[in-house]
Nanobody
Framework: QMQLVESGGGSAQPGGSLRLSCLMT??????MAWYRQAPGKERELVAS????????FYADSVKGRFTISRDDAKNLVYLQMNNLKPEDTDVYYC?????????WGQGAQVTVST
């Protein structure tokens, strides 16, 4: 059964950077995505990446600041987050970009504050 392990979260100041990693316990070639969710709010799609690495998709709120990438040899999906803003504070999750989702991981907390 696929397990998703997110890491790399933490605290950053506005304008700072963080890189999230998502380790998949099985080798799969599907479109993957990063999502984020704040308490009491619905989970939203942040970015997605197709099987071969392109095309990619970004939510308007992160376009130009975040970059999604993948290393299929290592079963990893990354989210490079630059120029962070306080409104980026959330728990970030990875999963399929569409279709029946795998069981969600524990997520990675990102906190952006002065």
């Amino acid at each position: 059964q696929m397990q998703l392990v997110e890491s790399g979260g933490g605290s950053a100041q506005p304008g700072g950077s963080l890189r999230l990693s998502c380790l998949m316990t099985e080798t799969v070639f599907v479109s993957m995505a990063w999502y984020r969710q704040a308490p009491g709010k619905e989970r939203e799609l942040v970015a997605s990446i197709s099987r071969g690495g392109t095309p990619t998709f970004y939510a308007d709120s992160v376009k130009g600041r975040f970059t999604i990438s993948r290393d299929d040899a290592k079963n990893l999906v990354y989210l490079q987050m630059n120029n962070l803003k306080p409104e980026d504070t959330d728990v970030y999750y990875c999963n399929k970009a569409y279709g029946n989702m795998w069981h969600w991981g524990q997520g990675a907390q990102v906190t952006v504050s002065t």
